[in-house]
């Protein structure tokens, strides 16, 4: 297991462009989020840049990770710790010969244990299932069950859940299994972050 995931907690996601996206960010690294994932589909580079190398720096200064979703080039640019791989984004050896051995490797398998397997046997350093929950984000993503995070652990790889999931049903994640809980929308579209993301990393010590 990489040193760097061997905790569990809150894995924020980034929903830019906006105008407070660090503000944000820092918030909800106050609450406690143990990874930040920055996030954004638009194809302003110099802007997704800046923000991605601001959003480490806040990241470093607390500890945490930060990972750049699917793109690789912009991850290594940024200086990031790593990349969250899609099923169409590349292969983790790839990634890995231009981000370096130290590099955080995350990747979907959304309902998928065959996936799960052959990529962990690939070197990922986490798995990330999902959507367990209707996702405000993506509406229409297959949904994967909860037995599927028990079905994992033997992979001894960090789990992380996530899809539609709130404090009221995160808990029952945990439960299950997952080690990390990625959240966009019920952090990032609370009026208050800081609350949305302690109330999360609450569910860590209460289960």
């Known amino acids: 297991m990489h040193e760097r995931l061997r905790g569990r907690g809150l894995y924020v996601i980034t929903d830019g462009p906006r105008p407070n996206l660090l503000e944000v960010v820092a918030l909800a690294l106050a ?3 143990r990874l930040v994932q920055y996030r954004d589909k638009t194809t302003d580079h110099p802007r997704r840049l800046a923000e991605a190398r601001a959003i480490r720096a806040l990241c470093a200064a607390r500890g945490v990770p930060m990972i750049v979703n699917d793109d690789v080039v912009l991850a290594v640019a940024a200086g ?3 990349v969250h791989l899609g099923e169409d984004d590349g292969d983790i050896a790839a990634a890995r010969a231009e981000l ?3 590099a955080i490797i995350g990747v979907s ?5 065959e996936r799960a ?3 962990a046997a690939a070197g990922a350093d986490y798995l990330a299932f999902g959507a367990f929950f209707p996702s405000p984000t993506k509406p229409h993503a297959r949904r994967a069950p909860f037995e599927l995070l028990r079905q994992t652990a033997a992979l001894r790889l960090p789990r992380v859940a996530i899809g539609g999931i709130t404090p009221d049903n995160g808990g029952s994640l945990i439960d299950a ?3 990390y809980l990625a959240v966009i929308s019920a952090v990032f579209g609370d009026p208050d972050v800081r609350g949305a993301a302690r109330r999360f990393t609450d569910l860590f010590t209460s289960h």
């Open 177 to 179: 299994g997952a080690d």
């Open 117 to 119: 397997r052959e990529l």
């Open 109 to 113: 398998c959304y309902d998928s244990l």
């Open 31 to 33: 609450g406690g989020a």
């Open 100 to 102: 370096g051995p130290e």
């Open 80 to 82: 990031a710790a790593g």
